[in-house]
């Protein structure tokens, strides 16, 4: 079965800086990839997703990620972050590669964001 | 509507009572899923819809939870005789069909469920 896993629970990182979070993935086959953020009270937000293709994408906010098949990561990152990105990020994986079926989340990455 | 609805925002039962929560998936999204987040157990996927029918029923969490979709749209998820550890919040959301778009998901606002 496929899994994620997000190493870092929590992560402080201050304003202007650069920020990556980690995201590691089981799955057998090539993997749907995503990035999901919530913000307190808000609902999940998708950033940006891996189909195929290019191995580095760009998403909203500024967000960018690369698939890395040989150490089966799937990063976040962002040159310099803002205050309005403290939240939690979430990154996912298709449960059975293309196709409409549920995603597998990892346990999330609370970013905070010092002045 | 723009976005994926949910109804409704907050539900406070007691236990053994059941509960019906309803999720309206953005105009024209054949697929819906059904997810639920708590403290101790996160983002876990619960059932999705292709149309009218759920091929795969495993992710529910007992057989006190149930799902029904009719008119390839509105999506009610119940708990029977609802428990202590029922209480979460219940995502809903909806995704397109074919292309890129394939399986890019759009969450509603969720409904949390506080059972006494």
């Known amino acids: 079965a496929q899994s994620v896993t997000q190493p870092d629970i929590h992560i402080t990182v201050s304003e202007g800086a650069s920020l990556e979070l980690r995201c590691n993935y089981s799955?057998?086959?090539?993997?749907?990839l995503f990035w999901y953020v919530q913000s307190p009270g808000q609902g999940l937000q998708l950033l940006l997703k891996?189909?195929?293709?290019?191995?580095l994408v760009q998403g909203i906010k500024g967000f960018e990620a690369e698939f890395k098949r040989s150490q089966s990561s799937f990063n976040l990152r962002k040159p310099s972050v803002h205050w309005s990105d403290a939240a939690e990020y979430f990154c996912?994986?298709?449960?059975?590669?293309?196709?409409?079926?549920?995603?597998?989340f990892g346990k999330g990455t609370h970013l905070i964001i010092q002045p | 509507g723009a976005g994926v609805s949910q109804s409704p925002s907050n539900k406070v039962t007691e236990k053994g009572k059941d509960v019906e929560l309803r999720c309206d998936p953005i105009?024209?999204?054949?697929?819906l899923y059904w997810y639920r987040q708590s403290l101790g157990q996160g983002l876990e996927f619960l059932i999705y819809?292709?149309?009218?029918?759920?091929?795969?029923k495993s992710g529910l969490p007992s057989d006190r939870f149930s799902a029904e979709r009719t008119g390839g749209s509105v999506s009610t998820l119940t708990i029977q005789r609802t428990q202590q550890e029922d209480s979460a919040v219940y995502l809903c959301?909806?995704?397109?069909?074919?292309?890129?778009?394939?399986?890019?998901?759009?969450f509603g606002p969720g409904t949390r469920l506080t059972v006494l």
């Open positions: 959301a909806s995704s397109a069909r074919g292309g890129t778009k394939h399986n890019e998901q759009f």
């Open positions: 799955y057998g086959a090539t993997p749907y």
């Open positions: 891996y189909f195929s293709g290019d191995t």
């Open positions: 996912a994986v298709s449960r059975s590669g293309g196709g409409a079926d549920g995603l597998t």
């Open positions: 105009s024209g999204h054949t697929a």
């Open positions: 819809f292709q149309g009218n029918s759920a091929p795969d």
